[in-house]
C-alpha cells in the first residue's frame, strides 16, 4: 500500500515546520475538515430526502427539511464556536459580523466562509461547494472585529474549498502549495489525493456565463473573442465549460488549466462590480490560484491587493492562468475606460464600519 496521508496527518506534518507554532492553527483546519464531512453526508442525503418527503433525522417533526445552506451555515458555525480557536466569523448567510458565544473562549483567528456555494445547483445534483479563508486576529480585545475580517487577501494565513462533486474533495493552502485530499466515504477521512497541485500551463477551458454576454464590456468581450481563437491577434482556442458553483468551476480549471470570470459590467451604473463575494468567495479562491502559480485579477489588479471595505463587497473575478487573465487586463485597459473609473470608485470606498 502507497504511504496513506489522511488530512489530519498532513496538517500536523506541515505544522511541524514550524517550531513555535501552537497547533491551534492545526485543529481549526481539522475543524473545518469535519463540518465539510457532515456536510457531505447531508449532500450526498439532500437528493433522497426531497424524494420520499421525509424530513432529516435532526427534524422528524414534520416541519420543512431546513435548506441546505442553511444547515451548512450552522455546521461550521457550531464546529467553530466553542473551540477557543476563533475570536468572530463572518459568513454569507449573515448580514453582520458573527461573535463568539459569551460563555466561550475566543482565540486568534477570525474565519470567513461561504457555507454552500453554488446552492442553485442543489436541486439537480449537481457539484457545489464550501469555501473558508482564515485571518489572524490583529486588533487587541478578546472579540473579533469588522476590521479582522475586512484585511487584504494577501495577509490570509489559510483559505480552502470543498467540492461536493462525483467525490468529496478538500483543497487548501496554508501558502506552501495547494494540497487536495479526497474523501473515502469508508472509512470517513480525507486522504491526500493531489499534492502540490500546480495549475496547468497549457490551458484547456474558459468559464463565464455566456447568458450575460449581451451586459459584458467591450474589453471582456474582446478577451472572449480572443480566447475562442477568433480575430488577428487569435488566442489560444479554449473549449467553454461553465457549471455556476465557482468552486466546481475553479476546481476544473485549476486540475486542467484555464480561466474563470465572472466580470463587472456597466448595466447598472451603480454596479460596476459583478456578482461574486469578496470576502467568503474571490479572496479565498485566489489565493488558491496563486499557490498553485496562477493569478487573479478584478480586471485592474490582483485580488489579493484589494482592501475590502464592507462585509459583503463584490468583486469582478478572473482567475486562472496567468498569461491569460493578464490577457484580460489588457483587453479592459485598451477598452473598458468607463468601467474602470465607476469600478475603482466603488473598490476604493472607505472602510464602512
Ligand atoms: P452562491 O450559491 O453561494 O450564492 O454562489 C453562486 C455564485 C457562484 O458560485 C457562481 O460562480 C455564480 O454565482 C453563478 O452565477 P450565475 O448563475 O449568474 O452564472
Ligand atoms: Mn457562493
Ligand atoms: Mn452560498
Known sequence: ????????????????????????????????????????????????????????????????????????????????????????????????????????????????????????????????????????????????????????GKRLVASGYVIYGSSTMMVYTTGQGVHGFTLDQGVGEFVLSHPDIRIPDDPAYYSANHGSEIEWTEGVRHFTRWLQGRGDDAGPKLKQRYIGSLVADVHRNLLKGGVFYYPGTLQDPGKPYGKIRLLYEAQAMAYIISQAGGYSSDGVGDILNIRPHTLHQRSPVFMGNRDLVKKAEDFIRAHDAEWIAAYKDYRNRELIL
Open 1 to 152: 500500500m502507497d504511504k496513506l496521508i489522511t488530512i489530519e496527518r498532513h496538517i500536523n506534518d506541515t505544522q511541524k515546520q514550524y517550531p513555535h507554532a501552537t497547533g491551534t492553527f492545526s485543529n481549526m483546519l481539522q475543524d473545518i475538515a469535519l463540518a465539510a464531512k457532515l456536510i457531505s453526508l447531508e449532500t450526498n442525503r439532500a437528493g433522497l430526502v426531497d424524494i420520499l418527503g421525509m424530513t432529516s433525522t435532526h427534524n422528524t417533526s414534520g416541519e420543512r427539511q431546513q435548506k441546505l445552506d442553511m444547515f451548512a451555515d450552522n455546521v461550521i458555525f457550531q464546529m467553530n464556536d466553542h473551540t477557543g480557536r476563533v475570536a468572530a466569523m463572518v459568513s454569507e448567510e449573515h448580514e453582520d459580523l458573527i461573535e463568539i458565544p459569551v460563555e466561550y473562549d475566543t482565540g486568534n483567528y477570525v474565519l470567513l466562509y461561504d457555507p454552500l456555494d453554488g446552492s442553485s445547483n442543489i436541486d439537480v445534483n449537481v457539484s457545489i461547494g464550501t469555501i473558508f479563508a482564515i485571518h489572524r486576529k490583529f486588533t487587541k480585545g478578546e472579540k473579533g472585529t469588522i476590521e479582522d475580517v475586512l484585511q487584504e
